[in-house]
């Protein structure tokens, strides 16, 4: 099997941490230094289903300071660091597979400068989404990327995030403008700038995001913002079976009609939305889509999906304009993964991110819902399926190794076959620990190998994260 390696719970060999280091560590930060068992624990795991010995001590970091005295004691003694924000991440990134400490920047969450004249706006790495679109919400814009986790946005640069708008305003990639780095011997860095455009030497700004934290801690970020809509609208419509769902999408897609949402839930996820949510939404596999524009262009685009959905034996289709309906709607959808988890009590869910071309879409789900359905194992299908990125959350008994191997293996023939289409191991979630053995298939050793000569060149004692990504050994 090509994901981990190791088994579900990671024993990976410890660093030592010298007595001086901690002596340091605790003279420098006095109390914002933690070692207590509970705190400890709760910045050693993630949402994910994979589990590792927690850190030796967790900082909370107040200031781009505190990052850079952190990191430098870290490699003077050479002790692994890792950086942690809203610990929503799924694919064992924050876990301290060789040990070390983790530095906490939920602090380090303020808004620094809004240009609104610019469309940018500089905040610190640890305020999340929300909270950063609460605190501009009186200017007339927004920040768009919507993983549905309330993420922070320096673990959402770190992944290269997406989410829900990815369809119509990309992803955490193109919004990212520039960061403010403390590299792994403690010095701050700046790349890019809140130019349009620049051609100014190596994009260090596109190496550092999606780098999940194993080039450098980010300590304040300058992403773009956007007007808000004039008008928006959001419908749901059910189909008779996820290929007619996906039909409809891709040809939306290829008709370049500008939708901002389209996100698909299977009947699985329908059923355990409903109960979670409480909801009565009709369960068949159903489209959840939103427009953004004037009121003219919104109505066109919106009967224009209509027209194509009806063609592919779409119906149910109901509107959603009020805010508090749109809000209702989409906080069920992003809510699909806490309804499946609590639908199979004392369950973990394994979840897959494959993205594939937009034309291959249906060639790449509907051999997985076969399999999947062929398993007997629980499990739910969303997507954010505008830009073919989809997400099979598997629903296992974390003590059934058997169980576990099986919801692998289906993981792995998803991969392999997106991989075959065009597609990618990971829309958003990113590599971490689990996906490993992908990015070598994906990738190939030769480009894999180039990732590892960055990593040594830059980070050469591998303090930063280590252990993600790929193995330097």
């Known amino acids: 099997m090509n994901a981990p390696t190791s088994p579900h719970v990671l024993a990976a060999e410890q660093r030592p941490i010298p007595d001086a280091f901690m002596a340091a560590l605790s003279a420098r930060f006095g109390s914002q230094c933690v070692t207590s068992q509970a705190v400890r624990e709760q910045h ?15 900082v909370y970091a107040e200031s781009s300071q505190d990052v850079q005295d952190a990191v430098a004691l870290c490699h003077q003694y050479e002790v692994p660091v890792i950086a942690y924000g809203a610990g929503s991440s799924l694919e064992g990134h924050l876990l301290a597979v060789q040990g070390g400490i983790s530095i906490d920047v939920n602090r380090m969450n303020k808004v620094l400068s809004i240009d609104t004249e610019d469309l940018t706006i500089t905040v610190q790495p640890g305020i999340t989404r929300k909270q950063l679109n609460e605190a501009i919400k009186d200017t007339g814009f927004f920040f768009p990327i919507d993983p549905g986790a309330d993420a922070s946005i320096g673990g959402m640069a770190s992944t290269r995030a997406s989410g829900t708008n990815a369809v119509r305003y990309g992803t955490m ?8 780095v403390v590299t792994a011997i403690g010095q701050l860095i700046r790349t890019g700038n809140r130019a349009k455009k620049s051609a100014a030497g190596y994009d260090l700004t596109r190496l550092m995001v999606g780098s999940e934290g194993t080039l450098g801690i980010f300590t304040e970020i300058s992403l773009r913002i956007y007007p808000l809509p004039e008008a928006v609208s959001a419908a749901i419509c059910s189909f008779p079976t996820i ?17 901002a949402r389209v996100e698909l839930i299977d009947v699985n996820a329908v059923r355990m939305v409903n109960a979670y949510s409480k909801l009565d939404l009709r369960e068949e596999p159903m489209l959840l889509m939103e427009f953004h524009g004037s009121p003219t262009g919104v109505k066109e685009q919106a009967e224009m999906v209509q027209d194509l959905a009806s063609e592919h034996g779409g119906n149910a289709f109901e509107w959603a304009e009020r805010p508090e309906d749109r809000t209702r709607l989409f906080t069920a959808r992003h809510n699909a993964y806490f309804a499946a988890v609590s639908s199979v009590p004392g369950c973990r869910c394994i979840t897959t991110d494959t993205c594939v071309p937009i034309s291959r879409l249906a ?13 007997g194992i629980p499990y739910f299908l969303v997507g954010h399926v505008g ?8 629903l296992i008994d974390p003590d059934n190794d058997s169980q576990r191997a099986q919801a692998e293996q289906l993981n792995h023939q998803l991969v392999q076959r997106a991989i075959a289409l065009g597609g990618t191991c990971t829309g958003e979630h990113g590599i971490g620990v689990h996906k490993q053995g992908f990015l070598l298939e994906e990738a190939g050793e030769g480009a894999v190998a180039m990732m590892r000569a960055i990593k040594q060149a830059l980070d050469p004692k591998n303090i930063l994260n280590p252990g993600k990504i790929f193995q330097l050994g």
Not at 173 to 180: Q, S
Not at 364 to 372: G, K, N, P, R
């Open 173 to 180: 990639r193109e919004n990212v403008l520039a960061l403010e």
């Open 243 to 259: 290929e007619a769902a996906v039909r409809t999408v891709i040809e939306t897609i290829q008709m370049g009609i500008p939708i």
């Open 363 to 375: 060639d790449a789900l509907l051999q997985c819902v076969t399999e999947a359905d062929a398993s």
């Open 387 to 394: 830009d073919g990125n989809f997400h099979f959350g598997y």
């Open 44 to 58: 050693g795991r993630d949402e994910g289903s994979i589990t590792a010995p927690p850190p030796a001590a967790v």
